[in-house]
């Protein structure tokens, strides 16, 4: 009997190791192309508003806590020293110290930069005022981080399950890897005194990435790691683990390294070891699409970024994704993005 528990426990504990390494290498193969970084000193008595939904934030905060409130109706939260805001489809929202002003537009935020490096920002609204900085620098809050296009980060079907709003605090010291990302990030994105936004998209690809596992992951913490707010306020979020079918790794994986091969239902469902009606249910319960539409969205995910990071036609970029021709692939692009590949790169450049 105790040799049998002993073994079941071996298989249990051998099982969720290997569950993690495939979700780590699920979410290896993301990479999101930022619009541009930037660092905001805000210093005191200040309130920025965001308007735009088509733009994803990621914040880290620096210094003096500040509240944050999406325009949805939802109650305002306090964001502290190291906390990170993600907001995976994006939204219209506010960040803050003085509830009565104001908001100043990020635009107009971005236009007042003192510096800048490439896609990176560097602006100190204290020092814009009158030239002569903050009088102390302590009492100021600091925003680091990027912003992305949301429909490109939607088109990765796992990440799109995450709450609207995911708040990572970094007190207490529930996620041990928080803390040192959060500083990396503010050096990296610092342009008068850091790095001056070099390796920049990297770190908050790699941000991102250790958000999603978090969700993911059967070893999430207990403690109050991550909260997420909609129109009902703020809600703890729990850990996904409960609702995630560790039998579907193998294909997501594969679709997810490999979307070049030409996947079938069946050939998927064979990956799983189920019958193709099992497959097919369970798929669509854990990520909300069909196996193929899935499969779909990341091929087209995939075409996007190597459209914008490499000189390929679109039947080369066809051919790296898993369709035939460039034709085709534009036909799939303009059912998941909207638009056509030349389109949504138009749509980008005037946004």
């Not at 073994?7 to 390494?21: E, F, I, L, P, T």
Request: glycine fraction near 8%.
């Amino acid at each position: 009997m105790h040799e049998m528990s002993a073994h079941n426990g071996m298989g249990a504990r051998a099982a969720r190791a290997h569950g993690a390494a495939s979700y780590d290498a699920l979410v290896e193969a993301w990479t999101f192309e930022p619009i541009l970084h930037f660092q905001v000193r805000l210093g005191s008595e200040f309130a920025v508003g965001i308007e735009s939904r088509r733009r994803t934030p990621l914040y880290v905060f620096a210094g003096q806590h500040c509240q944050f409130q999406m325009r949805d109706g939802s109650a305002p939260v306090q964001v502290e020293h190291g906390d990170v805001l993600f907001l995976p489809r994006g939204g219209a929202h506010r960040v803050f110290d003085t509830a009565d002003l104001t908001p100043l537009s990020f635009p107009l935020v971005i236009a007042r930069q003192s510096a800048r490096q490439g896609r990176t920002y560097a602006v100190d609204l204290e020092a814009s005022a009158d030239g002569a900085g903050p009088v102390n620098p302590d009492a100021s809050t600091m925003v680091s981080g990027s912003f992305f296009y949301s429909e490109l980060l939607q088109a990765a079907p796992l990440l799109a399950r995450l709450p609207d709003v995911v708040h990572l605090r970094r007190r207490g010291h529930a996620l041990p890897w928080l803390a040192p990302m959060a500083d990396l990030l503010h050096w990296l994105c610092s342009v008068p005194h850091g790095g001056r936004g070099v390796g920049m998209t990297e770190a908050v690809n790699a941000l991102i990435r250790h958000i999603v596992l978090q969700e993911l992951r059967h070893d999430v913490p207990a403690a109050p790691g991550a909260r997420a707010w909609g129109a009902s306020g703020p809600v703890e979020t729990k850990s996904a683990a409960a609702r995630r079918d560790a039998r579907l790794l193998p294909a997501l994986h594969a679709i997810h390294t490999q979307p070049e091969q030409q996947w079938t239902m069946e050939s998927l469902a064979r990956l799983c070891h189920m019958a193709r009606t099992t497959f097919a249910t369970r798929f669509r319960q854990e990520t909300g699409l069909a196996p193929m539409g899935y499969l779909a969205h990341w091929r087209v995910q995939a075409a996007a970024r190597l459209l914008r990071e490499q000189r390929l036609s679109l039947d080369e970029v066809a051919g790296r994704v898993g369709y035939s021709t460039g034709a085709i692939l534009a036909r799939a692009y303009k059912r998941v993005m909207g638009a056509s590949p030349r389109g949504h790169a138009q749509l980008q450049r005037a946004d």
